[in-house]
């Protein structure tokens, strides 16, 4: 057997050329279709065992493998004195050599048979096996769009990030790009849970969901490890990478996050109420939400390498104008108006300082219903708005001489975790909230409580 062992390094160049023989395979796979059925033809017979052809061609990778467990086997059961041990321990030296390098390979080949599976399921024809790529994770996410989310099987590679829509069992490719100029980031103000973004300083940013904590947390750390991989593997990009995560906040110099539409129900510049006539629309700058008055302007993007929409915000920080020239915008009249009478207050939905914000279920009185708004605890104060984004509250409610507890069965209204607001006095001048969790429910109950009392 030692006689015979140097051989099998010759398996070490069959090795080597699997993964481009069955490149080949593939290829002639798609380009013949004649060729293609004589394939599947063969693979369907009995002599075959209904068996692909790449797996018969990856039987020999795994045969040196099983020589070095046999010889193991056989030399536990053979005697300290036998007359072929000194061969047979030789020969296993050389074989699990072989092994090693045989083993790595085969590492090579399962990750190379994962992009594979990924490319034949493709419905486009796109070149993934390149090498050196490798598949680090997938699994599906929701991507938020500005009109909702968007159910998007997500593959990360040790290069790119692909996002597919998945369409009878195959994958439609919808965006694959470089992770080179990538960064992620976890939202601290955002309605939709268990979220993060994936901004790039070359390509498109955008904001996905997880099913859970856990698995946005995995996500996270997945993609920060390989974007910074491939960022340290790069090193003639290395010193660029680091200018331009250095200089984020530049306008125009990454794609931004574009905000639902849901975030805002009005300009974000202006605070005009969207409506039929009057539309959102984003800013290419920043992913603002603003109406067409506030957004007229175009400036070059460096992103984009090209001109488009930005608000008047980033129009002046893009034309080196900005703080010089400020704009102000008076609104239309009777926008004014309807907010003076439905009690606007001119304070973000989020804003530096504030003792408690986020989402809660709220029924003012009695009677209506269950109406999912954004609150805002600042300055003894709770505001009220329609949207997390938008730039003045809808209503706000003085807090000193209040009462806060618990609300009864009746009043809940088969709601759980349901806090009760109201005055000593004035018995019709009751406010119900209903948080989402029960840790949000004792989280607000306690800032509300303080807030009645006087206490920041």
């Keep these: 057997m030692s006689h015979f062992a140097p051989f099998l390094r010759m398996y070490a160049t069959y090795t080597a050329q699997f993964e481009e023989c069955v490149k080949t395979l593939a290829y002639w796979c798609r380009k013949e279709e004649r060729f293609q059925q004589l394939v599947r033809e063969f693979e369907a017979t009995p002599e075959c065992r209904h068996l692909a052809i790449s797996h018969y061609m990856l039987e020999p990778v795994q ?27 030789k020969a296993l030296k050389v074989i699990s050599e072989a092994a090693t390098h045989a083993n790595q390979r085969m590492k090579e080949l399962e990750a190379f048979q994962k992009l594979m599976a990924v490319q ?27 009109r ?54 070359q390509q498109k940013s955008f ?43 530049e306008v125009g110099a990454q794609a931004p996050v574009w905000l639902p539409d849901s975030s805002a129900t009005m300009c974000m510049e202006c605070g005009r109420q969207f409506t039929a006539l009057r539309r959102r629309h984003h800013c290419r700058g920043c992913g603002r939400i603003l109406c067409g008055d506030c957004s007229r302007n175009k400036a070059f993007l460096k992103f984009m390498k090209r001109e488009d929409r930005v608000c008047d915000l980033c129009y002046f920080k893009l034309k080196g104008l900005w703080p010089l020239h400020v704009m102000e915008k008076k609104g239309d009249p009777r926008d004014a108006a309807a907010q003076k009478a439905q009690g606007v207050r001119d304070i973000k939905a989020h804003t530096e300082g504030a003792q408690k914000i986020g989402y809660l279920y709220c029924r003012k009185g009695g009677k209506g219903g269950w109406v999912r ?62 948080a989402e969790s029960e840790e949000d429910y004792l989280s607000w109950m306690d800032s509300l409580s303080k807030a009645t009392r006087g206490e920041k």
């Design 63 to 89: 045969r040196i493998p099983r020589y070095k467990m046999l010889l193991e086997d056989y030399l536990k059961r053979l005697p300290d004195d036998a007359e072929d041990r000194r061969d047979s321990e």
């Design 120 to 146: 034949e399921r493709l419905t486009e024809s796109v070149d993934l096996v390149v090498p050196g790529r490798m598949l680090l994770k997938e699994g599906m996410l929701n991507k938020c769009s500005r």
């Design 148 to 201: 909702g989310l968007d159910r998007r099987i997500f593959f990360l590679f040790n290069d790119c990030l692909m996002q597919c829509s998945v369409v009878a069992g195959s994958f439609k490719l919808k965006h694959k790009q470089a992770l080179m100029g990538m960064r992620v980031d976890i939202p601290t103000v955002t309605d939709i849970p268990n979220a993060f973004s994936i901004i790039s300083t």
């Design 207 to 249: 904001m996905v969901s997880a099913s859970s904590s856990e698995e946005r947390d995995e996500w996270f750390q997945v993609l920060s490890a390989a974007i910074k991989e491939q960022s340290r593997k790069l090193h003639s990009l290395k010193r660029q990478s680091s200018q331009i995560l250095d200089t984020v906040e």
């Design 373 to 434: 708004q954004w609150l805002q605890l600042k300055d003894l104060a709770l505001y009220f708005f329609k949207a997390h984004e938008d730039v003045k509250a809808c209503d706000s409610k003085p807090l000193p001489g209040y009462n806060v507890g618990e609300a009864s069965k009746n009043e809940a209204r088969d709601r759980e975790w349901v806090i009760k607001v109201f005055h000593s006095t004035l018995k019709s001048d009751l406010l119900f909230l209903s």
